[in-house]
């Protein structure tokens, strides 16, 4: 017969989810975002062994860093972007209520 001690159990909470929301104290946003960003990069370069996708991602931290990660990158995935971008940009207009914001994107 097997008898399992409580006392020596651990309890914890798990993993709870959280109200997805800014965090407004300055150093615990730093902090979530320092962390965040390390698992994203985790998880491009898991989606680039498994897929071979070609990825680029820049970040910008609230602390006004810039942050950039490629992987398998042969070609400047940012000029392609760009080039894509710029074709799109001539057709604009249809996006309705959107002019302002597509406007200042296509004059880059």
Known sequence: MVTVNNMNKKTSQGRKKIEIKKIEENNSRQVTFSKRRNRLFKKVVELCVLTGAKITII????????????????????????????????????????????????AI
Not at 94 to 105: A, N
């Open 59 to 106: 970040v910008n931290s609230p602390g006004g860093r810039v942050f950039a990660f490629e992987k398998n990158v042969d070609v400047d995935v940012l000029e392609t972007f760009m080039g894509h971008l710029k074709a799109f940009c001539v057709n604009w207009k249809h996006l309705v209520g959107q002019e302002t914001y597509w406007k200042r994107l296509c």
